[in-house]
DNA sequence: CAGTGCTTTGTGACTTCGTCACATACGACA
DNA sequence: TGTCGTATGTGACGAAGTCACAAAGCACTG
């Protein structure tokens, strides 16, 4: 059986020399995991480098409190870059990764992965930018979370979560896990949103209906 | 003149082979820094990977309100490993790092880190294990920021901040920065431990009076 | 289709945190 | 000893988080 040449799946391993290329190719795998899946968490180091060909995987951090906030997403031609922290370095993950939809995924070992590194300029390029956008996402998020207002920042979420009717399928909860914040403080500010007639929203689900108005307040202050 | 063998200064380094060694020493310099100076910031991409040989950078983010957050230090020994994030990345800096003391640093062009990244195992070793604590300390942040509350987070960064004597030589204002916070929310804080009897207050210094009742605030819930 | 149980959402009361606008107080230095 | 810049104190109020329930909405069952 032959093996399928996934690195087209990822623009910044296309140029990867043959001689990089072929031994990447056999010496993962592909991995599939069901949705709900939890990939990697506190106490679990991961032992592959990840990189996603198909569904996402969510990265959250829970408190003691049991709240929760999503720090980022991997969606397919993506690398779990901060996994990569852990695996080269020298301390367990404080994250958890749960599979939000069926995921297929090439697992690299540790070995492979650091052979890689050393040979292939392309290879390190690719790792270390995708690695930059991710801390640079979590600068961001501290800053969102540290200086910026709920109702921005759930204009923003909504925004960013539709789909292309201007919906969003998610429950109060789930909107509050993807800010760090309470359920309570998400439902006032919908009910908010819903009363100047901005959004509507039944059990489970919201739909946009000015998103010019929900721009408006996500953009300049 | 010889060139003085800094590499001795990092543990990380130290086994590094001599084939490589070499090249890392003659092809870097060493730079010094007065307090103060702004080393990078938003809009200014660094241009080297830095080793700190002495004294200690800070690095903070400050939000359009003019509210800052320190995110972490880099102190002798050490290397700005988040810089590389960008060195190597796509995106510029979101962060600013300044020197809080004067700096003497090594500043490793592009080419060479690029290069020892590439021959030498043990620089990886060495640069992914800071990345590692970097990042795992960013969701540190990420969870305190987020969940945890001011009178805890202020009494943790006071007993680390404190000196031999239990001294912390900051104002309100740098307090509030360390932690992402406002000044009055910090004054009344103190207020609250001084009425406690846990510290005592001068202008521009705090004394831990009772390090064991700080303690058990910034320890259990 | 009424009943039951789980999940989701609504709400009031209260605490904590952040903001604004000043009032004081301290300390260095002329 | 006065003056000036920085540091700290404070009240009022708005925004956000917590707690303890109440009330729907939905699925499944008999």
Redesign the pocket.
């Given at each position: 059986m032959s093996i399928p040449d996934w690195t087209s799946h990822f623009p910044g391993l296309r140029k990867l020399e043959p001689s990089i290329g072929r031994p990447l190719v056999e010496n993962s795998k592909v991995v599939k995991l069901a949705a709900g899946t939890r990939i990697f968490g506190p106490g679990q180091s991961p032992e592959a480098y990840l990189l996603l060909l198909d569904g996402t995987v969510r990265v959250q951090q829970v408190?003691e409190?049991g709240?929760e906030i999503v720090l980022y997403r991997v969606s397919a031609g993506e690398s779990c870059a901060l996994t990569t922290a852990c695996l080269m370095g020298y301390e367990e993950y404080q994250a958890e990764g749960v599979a939000e939809t069926d995921v297929q995924a090439v697992a690299i070992p540790r070995t492979t992965f650091d052979e890689l590194i050393a040979r292939s300029a392309e290879f390190r390029r690719f790792v270390f930018t995708a690695f930059s956008m991710r801390v640079t996402n979590l600068f961001k998020i501290i800053d969102e979370?540290?200086?910026?207002?709920?109702?921005?920042?759930l204009a923003q979420k909504l925004l960013e979560l539709a789909d292309s009717q201007g919906r969003v399928a998610?429950?109060?909860?789930?909107?509050?896990s993807e800010?760090?914040?309470?359920?309570?403080?998400?439902?006032?500010?919908?009910?908010e949103f819903?009363r100047r007639n901005w959004i509507s929203?039944?059990?489970?689900?919201?739909s946009l209906v000015s998103i010019k108005d929900l721009q408006k307040l996500a953009g300049a202050p």
């Open positions: 408190s409190t709240r979370v540290a200086f910026s207002r709920v109702d921005i920042r998610l429950t109060h909860q789930q909107l509050a800010l760090g914040t309470a359920r309570e403080v998400i439902s006032r500010q919908l009910h819903q929203a039944t059990r489970g689900e919201i």
